[in-house]
């Protein structure tokens, strides 16, 4: 399924008309924010944690050079090789370099937003080579061959009957709608794809410059098996995802489970240090961590958004978000939906393809309030809205009414004239007592009638009474 942020307003409101997927969305959002809250009432220390992590996310974003050039020397040091990924497909071309040359025919690949970024998988396939998701989820949204709808939940949108129908459709089973059935069919067949992979790719949650360490964590275990049984292991990160020392993990450790899905720990938490070693009876016998950039330093070099490197991915901040239970993830057309992923399309894609991104929230502050690192989303979103005026990027006939506004609020006759206009024009029409009709403004939401008397003829009306 191939979606664009330029579509959103098209996707949401066909979304908004899908009762099923709207009760999908608030029934899953609702049971993810009860868990979470549990959980954080077990941790009395929770906002300590988060200022922690807020400020060392600053720290390392603040010296991000620094840190980097730790961890590619650690990660050498170590036995593995870093490469430099400027963009998506430089990241992608490196990958299938490696596959082709050592001939790898199948790749289990572990949940990894950025590979998703990346649209690895399609390269890869287009070169013949078989690439299975092994999250369970991904694993659903590969075989409808859509992108994910939640970042932590790929496939969120979906009714165990959807899947079942889908399991049915595409495994050939028998259909079924009994999680426990599906689960043990996908098991069945993913842990055939692990015993003959020569290539797993996995995502990094945190990378930690002082050891060269990358920690994945997960809930299935298939990350580790991608991560162990073939012959080659390939990392790809964001290159924010870096932190400072080893006895920084557990902050993020604590905050990260709690936050996306309720947990006090995830059930697999892999520090990888390197290729296997001599003596060693398990792991890959090759290590590459792949870097991406991918528009990351210029969102570092200003300083107005660079708090948006401090995500570490979590999710809570769609959960909680109004906009998005109603929506749904694929209506923001891109692999990072919710209030952060309007706030980190635009800066890699663009503004001109995702322009009404950052209008897609209330502004209620919800997402900054349950952000675990404290990133001051709504702030960010406000910063694009007016990055998309400067840009010229919003529709004309806001523009042009935003300027009569200023016209009339920067001089009083406009403004009396103007008010007078639409009222006589209101009066003639004989909508005097009804809502105001707005261009894109009340098909979707009531705009109050005008008032019967100005507040200057109010005013004067008191004077008079007073005088009297």
């Not at 287009?126 to 690439?131: D, L």
């Not at 689960?183 to 993913?190: D, G, K, S, Y």
């Not at 200003?302 to 490197?309: A, H, W």
């Not at 300027?403 to 008010?419: E, N």
């Amino acid at each position: 399924m191939d979606l664009t942020p330029r579509h959103f307003k098209t996707y949401a409101k066909k979304n908004l008309k899908n009762s099923q997927l709207r009760k999908a969305y608030q029934f899953a959002t609702a049971h993810a924010l009860l868990k979470r809250k549990e959980q954080v009432r077990t941790i009395p220390e929770w906002e300590e944690l988060r200022n922690k992590a807020h400020e060392l996310k600053k720290e390392v974003i603040e010296h991000l050079g620094a840190y980097l050039e730790q961890l590619e020397n650690r990660v050498t040091t170590n036995g593995g090789t870093v490469f430099w990924a400027s963009d998506g497909r430089e990241a992608s071309d490196y990958i299938l370099g490696l596959a082709q040359k050592f001939r790898v025919k199948t790749i289990v690949k572990s949940k990894s937003m950025t590979t998703e970024e990346m649209k690895l998988g399609p390269l890869l396939e287009k070169a013949n080579i078989e690439v299975v998701e092994t999250d369970l989820g991904e694993y659903i949204v590969q075989l409808a061959r859509e992108m994910p709808s939640h970042i932590t939940a790929p496939a969120l949108h979906k009714t165990r009957e959807e899947i079942g129908r889908l399991f049915a459709a595409r495994l050939g089973i028998p259909y079924t709608s009994v999680p426990e059935e599906l689960c043990t069919v996908a098991r069945r067949i993913l842990r055939q794809k692990f015993l003959v992979a020569e290539m797993g790719i996995s995502g990094v949650n945190f990378a930690i410059a002082e050891t060269g360490t990358i920690v994945v964590v997960e809930n299935e275990g298939n990350a580790r098996l991608s991560i162990g049984m073939p012959k080659i292991h390939v990392a790809v990160m964001g290159l924010e995802k870096v932190i400072p020392r080893l006895a920084d993990l557990p902050v993020f450790l604590k905050l990260l489970p709690a936050s996306s899905t309720g947990q006090r720990l995830t059930s697999y938490v892999s520090l990888v240090n390197s290729p296997r070693r001599p003596g060693e009876l398990d792991g890959p016998e090759e290590f590459h961590l792949v870097i991406l950039d991918n528009g990351r330093s210029e969102i570092l070099a200003n300083p107005m958004m660079r708090e948006s490197l401090y995500c570490i991915r979590c999710g809570a901040c769609l959960n909680t978000c109004p906009v998005y239970q109603r929506v749904g993830g694929h209506s923001y057309g891109s692999v990072y939906s919710g209030p952060i992923g309007a706030v980190l399309t635009p800066l890699y894609q663009g503004m001109e393809v995702a322009q009404d991104l950052p209008y897609a929230s209330s502004l209620c502050g919800a997402c900054s309030e349950i952000c675990p690192v404290k990133i001051n989303i709504h702030h960010l979103l406000l910063w694009l809205r007016s990055q998309v005026v400067k840009e010229d990027c919003s529709p004309w006939r806001e523009r042009a009414m935003m300027k009569l506004f200023l016209m009339g609020m920067q001089d009083s006759f406009i403004y009396r004239m103007g008010s007078n206009l639409i009222r006589a024009a209101m009066r003639v029409s004989g909508k005097r007592d009804m809502a105001l009709p707005v261009p894109g403004w009340t098909e979707a939401r009531d705009f109050p009638p005008l008032a019967k008397k100005t507040f200057k003829q109010l005013w004067k009306d008191l004077e008079k009474e007073a005088q009297d």
